[in-house]
């Protein structure tokens, strides 16, 4: 971790009796389950808090909470985070989807972004499409922009090494569920979850904006510094 702060927004009083008109927080090369983010911010509304962590210089929450929050993830982050089982799973998960006469699935083995600028996406790598009836492993490359969430995603190239090709049928199923995730990106993971309202692509970044919901707050970590 490369730095931390939280602000604790409240007084003595409050602070005993356990509530907090706010928590803000920013961090920059923090780690969530392995994956790193660049900088991360949020902030609560009003909040109750555990008034004897307070006193030693710690946040911890009674219940659950919601917060604003930004993200920003930095190229190199996000192709270490596509090596962990955790990122390959999730992936996974978002890209099962159905086709009129069955389920498909497909899993990044090996999958490297790049982020040029001008909004591109260029995405290259070896993936295994489960097409129902075979596991097929492909290579290919796709080059997207993406200047909005409010924006269908562009496809300017796509290139796939299979001779027979993908079927039309498992494309435009995909497309729909691509376009789906586009508009309702919806993130969990352990003691968290992101609701994600703005996508900005940038040149060797991404950057999130969106609702949090936190479940705690990392332990152990100095506030107000």
């Given at each position: 971790?490369?730095?931390?702060?939280?602000?604790?927004?409240?007084?003595?009083?409050?602070?005993?009796?356990?509530?907090?008109?706010?928590?803000?927080?920013?961090?920059?090369?923090?780690?969530?389950?392995?994956?790193?983010?660049?900088?991360?911010?949020?902030?609560?509304?009003?909040?109750?808090?555990?008034?004897?962590?307070?006193?030693?210089?710690?946040?911890?929450?009674?219940?659950?909470?919601?917060?604003?929050?930004?993200?920003?993830?930095?190229?190199?982050?996000?192709?270490q985070a596509l090596k962990l089982?955790?990122?390959?799973?999730?992936?996974?998960?978002?890209?099962?989807?159905?086709?009129?006469?069955?389920?498909?699935?497909?899993?990044?083995?090996?999958?490297?972004?790049?982020?040029p600028g001008n909004s591109k996406?260029?995405?290259?790598?070896?993936?295994?499409?489960?097409?129902?009836?075979?596991?097929?492993?492909?290579?290919?490359?796709?080059?997207?922009?993406?200047?909005?969430?409010?924006?269908?995603?562009?496809?300017?190239?796509?290139?796939?090494?299979?001779?027979?090709?993908?079927?039309?049928?498992?494309?435009?199923?995909?497309?729909?569920?691509?376009?789906?995730?586009?508009?309702?990106?919806?993130?969990?993971?352990?003691?968290?979850?992101?609701?994600?309202?703005?996508?900005?692509?940038?040149?060797?970044?991404?950057?999130?904006?969106?609702?949090?919901?936190?479940?705690?707050?990392?332990?152990?970590?100095?506030?107000?510094?």
């Open positions: 971790m490369d730095n931390l702060n939280i602000d604790v927004n409240t007084d003595l009083l409050k602070a005993i009796q356990g509530h907090a008109d706010g928590v803000s927080f920013e961090g920059k090369g923090l780690k969530l389950k392995d994956i790193r983010l660049s900088k991360i911010q949020f902030k609560t509304d009003e909040i109750d808090i555990n008034p004897l962590k307070v006193l030693f210089g710690e946040v911890e929450l009674n219940h659950p909470v919601n917060a604003e929050t930004r993200i920003v993830l930095k190229e190199a982050d996000i192709n089982d955790l990122v390959r799973n999730l992936l996974y998960e978002f890209l099962t989807f159905h086709t009129e006469k069955r389920i498909v699935s497909i899993y990044p083995k090996n999958i490297q972004f790049r982020l996406i260029i995405i290259e790598g070896e993936i295994i499409l489960d097409s129902g009836l075979e596991k097929k492993p492909l290579d290919l490359r796709a080059d997207a922009r993406l200047e909005s969430l409010d924006k269908p995603i562009l496809l300017d190239g796509f290139k796939c090494n299979t001779p027979e090709g993908i079927e039309l049928e498992i494309i435009v199923a995909l497309i729909d569920k691509i376009h789906q995730l586009r508009k309702s990106p919806y993130f969990e993971l352990k003691d968290a979850a992101l609701r994600v309202n703005t996508l900005e692509v940038q040149q060797g970044s991404i950057i999130l904006q969106g609702q949090a919901h936190l479940e705690k707050i990392p332990e152990n970590i100095p506030f107000g510094e």
